[in-house]
């Protein structure tokens, strides 16, 4: 069969097979160019998934008639003015989205640049341009996508589902660029200027207020290199990662880099089947990552991957490691404990270990405790003064929560959870400890496998694995954490999968964090025991000074706090 150089309609249609999965990339492709128009109002309208009509409408530089007739040609575009790949500043650049939109739909654009005196439209099945009314910005409207290549239309989903795909894909671009206001079928809004809290709130639902903590880090050896953003608090998370919202350099990305070191930051909180809460921006120089690597632009390539992995998991760490924020203490301290209150901490005694107050000033920071009663007056007297995040023990509930007052909240507190974070902070301040076997062991695996878990090794050597290559399909370990046996054949081909997949693994860290957990766990104060007042107290002022005390290391919640108002609310004293 002789060769031939394809026709234009063709070659279009084969991009849009890349371009144009579904009606959310349509969506994505035109909001991307309204950005870049510069556009602050984008009015996007999707009837029946997208099947029918999708229509975006901008208020941005618009086009000049000739720029209108290049704009569906194939690698037509405004956005390489220094033919610069790698200095990319754009969501777009690569000229294909209205070419290949157009060949697979019945296209229709109105734009109008400031300085022409009309606006033009140009009908892009016949190619041909009418001066038109249409006044500012460009409105694009889509229409019978995919009639033209049923194979495709086939492929689609029922219209609710391509519906959550196109929000999906709005919310991403609304919290890349919360300066401009979205309009979502006139059902979802998102408007001009949001604040940064309350667009978080309005892409990721009402639950997220208050518990998102703030990421700002530098990195100290890369002056570009920087992360901002929100991050969740480990006792906010979703069971898929759908409100993970990540960008580099401000484009939404799916980028595995990033969320593997999202994942390995909460390692020590989350379960694995869970999944915190983002909105990431990472800034780097842009000629240190590469956007152009696949065609819908939401993958990346960095050229330093495992430094910046590094720099995210530190930066996020370090924002966890303070869950009892300066935020919350700062809310607890310093308020003052109203003397109806006071009166009305006097719970009923049956369901507590400690309960009677004693008559006084004092009442509700002084409680006899008929066996011990002088501990108990001592201890407490000791905190009067001060102001404590957890504050002054008032008694434990069914043996397993400990109850107290800080300023005018009540804390209730999960013995087992709080002991079990404790324990196993103090245990994870303490060095692995290694133990070099004198005959190394040896794990036979396939080639590939040995590879892949090799790329690793120095990772591996931090924590406490010292292993090497020992022929071309086994690995020897010549140390290993001490105490620590576990079949090596399942760590190593799990380890070999997941650096296949994401470029680095987890596992030796996870598995490590489970043998901590777990000890720590059994080493703990058990729910069912009863403890006394200065056992209590303890107990609280050792979780106010561990660091990520607001879970157990499995995740759960370790204190509750309830403020007056809700208790107040309770009463319908508000
Ligand atoms: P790219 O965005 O990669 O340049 P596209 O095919 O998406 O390629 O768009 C081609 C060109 O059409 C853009 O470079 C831009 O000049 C112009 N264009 C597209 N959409 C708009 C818009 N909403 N407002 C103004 N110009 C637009
Ligand atoms: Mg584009």
Known sequence: MPIRVLPDFLINQIAAGEVVEKPASVVKELVENALDAGADQIVVDVIDGGRTLISVIDNGCGMSKEDLAKSITRHATSKLPMDDLLNINFMGFRGEALPSIASVSDMVIDTRNSEDSNGWTLNCETGDIKPSDW????????????????????????????????????????MARPDVGFTLNNKWRFPKNQPMAERIAAVMGDDVRGRMLSVDAKSASNATLKLTGFISEPTLRRASSVDQYLFVNDRPVKDKVLVGAL??????????????????????????????????????????????RSFIIKSLRDVLAQTLSDREVAQHIGAEVPMHMQQSLNFNRRDFFVAEPKKGP?????????????????????????????GRVIGQIGNKYIL????????IVDQHAAHERITYEKLRK???????????????????????????????????????????????????????????????????????????????????????????????????????????????????????????????PVYKIIPLIDIDGWFERV
């Open 430 to 556: 303490h060095k692995i400890k290694v133990q070099p076997l004198l005959t190394p062991i040896v794990v036979s695996l396939r080639g590939e496998d040995v590879e892949a878990v090799l790329s690793i090794s120095e990772e591996m050597k931090d924590s406490g694995l010292h292993i090497g290559a020992f022929g071309d399909d086994a690995i020897a370990i010549f140390e290993k954490p001490a105490d620590w046996d576990l079949d090596w054949v399942n760590l190593f081909h799990a380890i070999a999968d997941e650096v296949r997949q994401y470029g680095h693994s987890s596992q030796l860290g996870e598995r490590l964090h489970l043998k901590l957990a777990n000890y720590a766990c059994h080493h703990s104060v058990r729910a069912g025991q009863k403890l006394d007042l200065q056992q209590m107290d303890a107990l609280l002022r050792d979780i106010e000074t561990t660091s990520r005390a607001g879970e157990c290391n499995h995740g759960r």
């Open 263 to 308: 994942r390995a930051a909460y390692m020590d909180v989350m379960h694995a089947r869970e999944f915190p809460l983002c909105a990431l921006y990472l800034t780097l120089d842009p000629r240190s990552v590469d956007v152009n690597v696949s065609p819908a632009k939401t993958e990346v390539h960095f050229l330093e991957p495992s430094h910046i």
């Open 362 to 390: 004092d009442i509700a920071f002084m409680f006899n405790v008929p066996e011990r009663k002088d501990l108990s007056v001592n201890k407490v007297e000791e905190h009067a003064q001060e102001d404590l995040p957890l």
């Open 404 to 411: 107290a007052q800080s300023g005018e909240n009540l804390v």
């Open 135 to 174: 006044e500012e910005g460009t409105r694009i409207r889509v229409q019978n996508l995919f009639a033209k290549t049923p194979a495709r239309l086939k492929f689609l989903r029922g219209d609710r589902a391509e519906m959550i795909s196109v929000l999906d894909v709005v919310k991403r671009l609304a």
